[in-house]
C-alpha cells in the first residue's frame, strides 16, 4: 500500500425527512446564498422545503447553474456573495451545482483575477479561505457531496480545481430527494459512479486489501441496484444504496493508498466541452476503449476485477479480460448509453480536435504511469467509434 494523507470533514446527514435539521447546520443570523440549476427544485418543491427550514435568515437565491458550470455564470454569484456580505453557501442539486458552488467559495475570497484559479497545470487553488458551504443532494453521481474538488468549464476546456477550504460543512442525503430524476439522469449517475470507483481500481496491485474490497463491494452494489432503480425510482432501499455508493466512491476513501488513472475522465471532460455530450455518457463510451488499449499495463487488476465483479474465471487470462471489457460495456448499454462515439454523430474527423484540446490543456502524459501519450489517446477514441 502507498503512503497517504486522508482528511474528510464533511458532515453526512442520511436518509429521509432530515430537512428539518437544517436550522440547526447552517449559522444562525447568517446572510446565506442559495445556488441551484434550472427549474426542478421549484417544481418539486425542494427550494420551497429548504427555505421552510431556514428562519432568522437574510436568504438570497442564484439559479441558471448549467450541467457543465460556466465560469461566467459563477461569476455573477461572485459579485451577489461581495455585494451581500454572504458568509454561508447552500448548494442545492448534482453535482455541478456542488462544483459550481466550491468555485463561488473560492472566487469570492480571492483577491486576484479569478480566472487565475482555473490552471490544468496546477489545480490546487492558491487561496487562503472560501465562504463556508452545506449541499443538499437532488441527483446522486459525481461525491462532491464530499469531496473537496470540482470541475469547471470556460471556452470550451473543462478545468478540475481543488482546495481543502471546499469541502462542504454538511451534506443532507435524502434519497426520497432524487425520486423524480428523469431515467437519463440516473443511468449517468450509476455511470459516473462506477467510472469513478474503477479509475482508482483498475490501475496495478498495491497489497491495498480494504481499498480493493471495498471498491468492488461499490461496484456490485451498482450493478445489484442498477435496474431497480432506474425503473422503480421509488424504491427506496435501491435509490438508498445508489446514492451512498455515489458518495463513496469519490470522498478519497477507495483512492487512499492506490495509484489512480484518471484518463476517462480527462479524455471525456474535452469530449463534453467540444461537442457537448453528457459527462458520464463519454466516460461509458471511453473505459471499455482504454481497457482495450491498454490491457496488458492493466492486466492484473483486469482479471482481479473479472473475477471479483463479474465472476468471470474460465478461460485464458486474455480471454478473462475481454469477456469482462464485453459484460461492462453490455452493462451500460443495458442502462439506455451507448458507448461508441458514432452514436453521437462523431467520427474520425473528430478526433483531431479532441488531441488538439488534450495537447492545449498539457493532458499528454496520463493514467497511472504517466505513459499514455496523445498517440495512445488517438489509439483509443479510434476503438471508441
Known sequence: MLNFDFYNPTHIVFGKDRMSELDSLVPKNSNILITYGGGSVNKFGTLDKVLANLPDRKIFQFGGIEPNPQYLTLMKAVEIVKNEDIDFILAVGGG????????????????????????????LAPVDCAIPMGTIVTLPATGSEMNNGAVISHNETKVPIFSIHTFPKFSILDPTLTFTLPKTQVANGIIDTFIHTVEQYVTYPVNAGFQDRTAEGILQTLIEVSDTTLNNPEDYDARANLVWCSTMALNGLIGSGVPQDWTTHMIGHEITALFGIDHAKTLAILQPAIWKVRKEKKKAKLLQYAARVWNITDGTDDEKIDLAIKTTSDFFESLGVSTKLSAYGLNEKNIDSIIASLAKNNRTALSETKDLTLDICREILIKAL
Open 96 to 123: 455541478s451545482v456542488m462544483d459550481g458552488s466550491k468555485f463561488i467559495a473560492l472566487a469570492s475570497c480571492y483577491s486576484g483575477n479569478a480566472l487565475n484559479l482555473l490552471n490544468p497545470d496546477s489545480p
